[in-house]
């Protein structure tokens, strides 16, 4: 019979600590952005051209929801002429697209109306 396996006590926690570590810290800091465009702190189309950290993995529709008064049709709404899919992540939004969304965004936002591509 073979000896059973000891497992030495490492300095740092196992792997699957820390990725859990890292996504509560990742879910904390996007529940406090969202609470901060909810308020009006923080500009929606800056998050977009910005693209924090903690964005990089969140959806168009994640963002453009957690406005005020921003559901999940008005958002559909909102990017049906910019061809853009609600589900794509922020993080992978291309330059021209980034650019797009955002002066969408800041357009919508500050009351005029918005142009058409």
């Known amino acids: 019979m073979t000896a059973p396996a000891t497992t030495t006590a490492s300095p740092e926690p196992p792997q699957h600590m820390r990725a ?3 996504a509560n810290t990742v879910r904390l800091a996007r529940a406090e952005l969202k609470r901060a465009v909810a308020r009006g702190d923080i500009d929606p189309a800056e998050v977009v051209r910005d693209c924090p950290w903690q964005t990089e993995s969140m959806t168009i529709s994640e963002l453009l929801t957690s406005q005020r008064r921003w559901g999940r049709t008005r958002a559909r709404k909102f990017l049906m002429p910019l061809s853009m899919s609600e589900n794509k992540q922020l993080g992978t939004l291309t330059p021209r697209q980034r650019t797009m ?17």
């Open 20 to 22: 859990l570590e890292r």
């Open 101 to 117: 969304l955002a002066t969408e965004l800041a357009a919508r936002t500050s009351g005029a109306p918005h142009a058409t591509a």
